[in-house]
């Protein structure tokens, strides 16, 4: 059983920026691929950022593309998303997940999830 802890969350005003940490439990965190997603209210949950094994290819939504980026440092067994030049659209709780299995941007094939942080951005 794997335990993810995300924090970093908060309110921001537009143009500002925000670091997410999500903290994972186990011994075996660098065998695994990492994303984050993103669920507003009202709206399915969606992908924002992933990052594999190795922390050598990572992928992001182009929504946040040139915004956002993941990195990950296994020996400490966490994974960030630096966010930069906030918008309101990006308003949303925020989810890290592990795939224990693939190098997907589905969310439907995560198996472990964190209870969330809410980030909110003020126009």
């Known amino acids: 059983q794997v335990q993810l802890v995300e924090s970093g969350g908060g309110l921001v005003q537009a143009g500002g920026s925000l670091r997410l940490s999500c903290a994972a439990s186990g011994r075996t965190f660098g065998r695994y691929t990492m994303g984050w997603f993103r669920q507003a209210p009202g709206k399915e949950r969606e992908f924002v950022a992933a990052?594999?094994?190795?922390?050598?290819?990572?992928s992001h939504a182009d929504s946040v593309k040139g915004r956002f980026t993941i990195s990950r440092d296994n020996a400490k067994n966490t994974v960030y998303l630096q966010m930069n030049s906030l918008k309101p659209e990006d308003t949303a709780v925020y989810f890290c997940?592990?795939?224990?299995?693939?190098?997907?941007?589905?969310?439907?094939?995560?198996?472990?999830w964190g209870q969330g942080t809410q980030v909110t951005v003020s126009s």
């Open positions: 990052i594999s094994r190795s922390g050598y290819t990572t």
């Open positions: 997940a592990i795939d224990v299995d693939h190098w997907t941007t589905s969310p439907d094939e995560y198996d472990y």
